[in-house]
Every structure is written in C-alpha cells, then in structure tokens.
C-alpha cells in the first residue's frame, strides 16, 4: 500500500526551479562577458602589404607628371596666293634644308599677270631710250641754233659799227645806222634767250628721265615682286629640319587641291631642339617655380632640364609646365614622344619621413598601422606635412625607426589591430 509523500513533491520542483534560475544567471553573466570581448584581429598576409621604415634625415621634395616632347620653334610655310597643287615633293618625316621643294603649285592668273608686266617694262625701258635720243636731239637743235645765231650777231655787230663809222663822216644815212644797230641788239637777245634754254635744259632733261626712271622702277618692282610670287609656287622649306606635316596636322594635302591665301602647307620642326611639356596636377603645381631642376624620363634615357614656364591656365585639372632640356637626347627622342617628368621643388633638412602612403595627402592625419612585437599591427593616427612623389613628411604619431604599413588597409577600417603571417 502506497503512502502520499507530498513533501517529496514539493522539494522536487523547488529543486527544479532553482537550477533553472542559476542556468539563466549563467547563461546572462556568460553573454556579458562575451559582448566585452574584443573582436578577434583579422590575419593578414605580411608578403601581401607593403611596409616602410620612418627615417630622418634630408627629404626631396618633386612632384611629377606625364608630357610630351615638343620642339622648341615650329617654322609654319603658308601659301601667299590663290594656287592650285600640282606636286608634292616631299612627304612628312624626311629631313629638309632651307631650298628643299616640298611641293609645286600653279596660278595662271598670277603668271600672266607677271608675263604683263614683263612687257610693260619693255615697253617702258624702250621709251625712256627714245626719250634720251629725243631729248639729246633737242639739245643738238638747239646748239646748233645758237651757233647760227651767234654768227648772224657777229656779223650784225659788224655791220653796225661800219654804218656807225660811216654815218660820222656822213656817208650812211642816221636811219641805216639806226636799223643795223636794232638788227645787232634783237640778234643778240635771241642769243642771250637761246644760251639760257641751254642752261636749263640739263635740268628740265634730268627732271624728264627722272619721272621715266620712277614709272621704270615702279614697273621693276612690281615685276619682281609678282616674279618672286610666282616663284613661291615652288613651295620651299625655308630652314633645316624634319617635315612635320605635309598641311596643318590634321588634313594631308592632295594633288589638285585649291589653296587660298594664309593656309598652311607644311609644318617643319628641327628635331635636335626639343622641350617637355609636363601635365601637373592642379593641386601640386602651386609650388612649381621658373627655373627650378627637372628630369625628363624617355624610357630610353633620363635627361635633366629646368622649368622655364609655367601656364598660368589650368585645363581639364592639371597645369601646363614647359621643361628645358639641358641634357643631350637619347636615340629615338622625337617630336610628340610620351615622357615622364619629375620636377625638384625643394630639400627638406633633418625632417621626419616615411615612403608616401596610397590615401597620403599634404597636411592630413590619417590612420597607419604600425609593426608592433608579436607579428602585430596597431593602428595609430599620424599627422602628415609636406608631400613628395614617394615620401611624405610626418608630424606627429610616429618616430624614427617604426615600421607602418602604407598598402591601401582600407578593408580592415574596423580594426584597430591585425595580424601579419
């Protein structure tokens, strides 16, 4: 027979209740203790990061950018009349000295104009002969007029002085002596009229052949100048170089074209006087100064040279900065090549520095992780300075010897500790 023990019963679930309360307590005290924790640090290859070491000493400040050789003067030959190509000589990239015939054009109307005026002159040059001739008969006429006038006075002056004597001792009448000396005095006016024309003629011959001389220079030069037009057809390089461009650069000139006057026919360069122009970024170029050391990389030789200017413009983000070479080209230097060019700004003395990390702008703190014992990285925050191509300066967070990180850690921003293996 069975005996109700409800004692029993109650001490059961009493027992019951209390290990469930202390597996709650537990279970709470072990979540708290959990969420305190700090997460585990993150491994990271070492051989996948980039690391440097923080230095002191002298740090050379450049900034760099990409350009192209250009040559130092472009000689532009442009066509000065109307004139139709007739031949091309000459096709871009081969050498040319100054009377190199890159190409030959034709003007009728220029050549005809010139084969007038060629004729003009003759006819001009023909009349200042016939002028000459005309001008010494004149003078002949002349002379030989005063010749005959000067007898007839003689003999007039003769006559009067007899009918003179005569008339004294009453042999000629008055009126005979009167007519003689009248006849003497008009011949000798004639003479004096007739010596002065001949003392003026030299002038007024002179001012005549003067005034045919100014219609035959006139004509001489006018002449010369449309043969030298014409002669300009047979387009000529000019200077020593290389041919460029057979037209502007962007369109090649063909047999039969039409040129108008001013446009371009050819481009020539001299290779052997080269200049960099080096596209910096906006944001480094505030430093970039005249006459500051320059290194032009080719990739088959670095050449050094100085800045000798800086646009002031600024297109689609970067400054335009020419670079004189100072230094002899390598072998394939040409116009148009792509180079790299690195410009010195400055030499910083005994600073703080480290190699430039990939998120590392001048005057900025950022966070670096640095190498500490253990084969971890702690994430520190680092002021930097001035900036370099591949250094930069540190201002505070970091000191001589420690070895930081500077691969983009961007994906592990949740971390303040990694570990490298």
């Known amino acids: 027979m069975d005996i109700a023990r409800p004692d029993l019963k109650r001490r059961r679930n009493r027992r019951r209740i209390l290990f469930s309360l202390a597996g709650l307590v537990v279970l709470a005290l072990i979540t708290l203790g959990l969420s305190k924790l700090e997460p585990a640090a993150p491994?990271?290859?070492?051989?996948?990061?980039?690391?440097?070491?923080?230095?002191?000493?002298?740090?050379?400040?450049?900034?760099?950018?990409?350009?192209?050789?250009v040559p130092e003067q472009i000689q532009y030959v442009q066509a000065e009349t109307d004139g139709r190509i007739e031949r091309i000589h000459v096709l871009a990239g081969a050498p040319v000295e100054p009377d190199t015939i890159i190409l030959e054009m034709s003007n009728p109307e220029l050549e005809q104009q010139a084969f007038d005026l060629k004729w003009q002159l003759t006819a001009a040059e023909a009349q200042m002969q016939k002028l000459k001739?005309?001008?010494e008969s004149d003078r002949l006429t002349l002379e030989s007029t005063i010749a005959s006038l000067r007898a007839d006075y003689t003999q007039a002056e003769l006559g009067a002085e007899a009918d003179a004597t005569l008339a004294k001792d009453g042999l000629v009448p008055d009126i005979d002596m009167k007519r003689s000396r009248a006849k003497a005095d008009d011949l000798k006016q004639r003479l004096d009229v007739e010596q002065k024309r001949l003392a003026i003629m030299d002038d007024s011959d002179k001012?005549?052949?003067?005034?045919?001389?100014?219609?035959?220079?006139?004509?001489?030069?006018?002449?010369?100048?449309?043969?030298?037009?014409?002669?300009?057809?047979?387009?000529?390089?000019?200077?020593?170089?290389?041919?460029?461009?057979?037209?502007?650069?962007?369109?090649?000139?063909?047999?039969?074209?039409?040129?108008?006057?001013?446009?371009t026919l050819a481009k020539i360069v001299q290779p052997?006087?080269?200049?960099a122009e080096v596209k910096i970024a906006e944001t480094q170029a505030r430093d970039v100064q005249i006459g500051q050391k320059a290194s032009i990389d080719t990739r088959n030789g670095v050449i050094p040279g100085h800045v000798v200017r800086v646009d002031p413009a600024v297109l689609n983000g970067t400054v335009t900065v020419d670079v004189a070479l100072d230094g002899k080209l390598p072998r394939g230097a040409r116009p148009d090549l792509s180079v790299d060019g690195t410009i010195e700004?400055?030499?910083?003395?005994?600073?703080?520095?480290?190699g430039r990390p990939v998120h590392g702008q001048a005057d900025a703190t950022i966070g670096l992780?640095?190498?500490?014992?253990?084969?971890?990285?702690?994430?520190?925050?680092?002021?930097?300075?001035?900036?370099?191509?591949?250094?930069?300066?540190?201002?505070?967070?970091?000191?001589?010897?420690?070895?930081?990180?500077?691969?983009?850690?961007?994906?592990?921003?949740?971390?303040?500790?990694?570990?490298l293996r």
Do not use: C, H
């Open 133 to 135: 001739v005309q001008l």
């Open 207 to 263: 001012a005549q052949i003067a005034v045919q001389n100014a219609d035959l220079e006139k004509l001489r030069a006018s002449l010369k100048l449309m043969q030298a037009k014409v002669g300009r057809l047979k387009v000529r390089a000019g200077i020593d170089g290389v041919l460029q461009s057979v037209g502007d650069g962007m369109t090649q000139l063909q047999v039969g074209q039409r040129m108008s006057p001013g446009a």
């Open 272 to 275: 052997t006087k080269l200049k």
């Open 43 to 69: 491994s990271v290859d070492r051989a996948q990061v980039w690391t440097n070491s923080v230095q002191r000493g002298e740090m050379i400040r450049q900034v760099r950018g990409n350009g192209t050789l």
């Open 345 to 354: 700004l400055e030499r910083l003395e005994n600073v703080l520095y480290v």
């Open 369 to 419: 992780f640095k190498l500490v014992p253990g084969g971890y990285a702690d994430r520190v925050s680092v002021k930097l300075g001035r900036t370099s191509v591949s250094t930069v300066e540190i201002l505070d967070g970091l000191k001589e010897g420690d070895e930081v990180i500077l691969s983009d850690m961007s994906q592990w921003d949740d971390y303040n500790r990694i570990q």
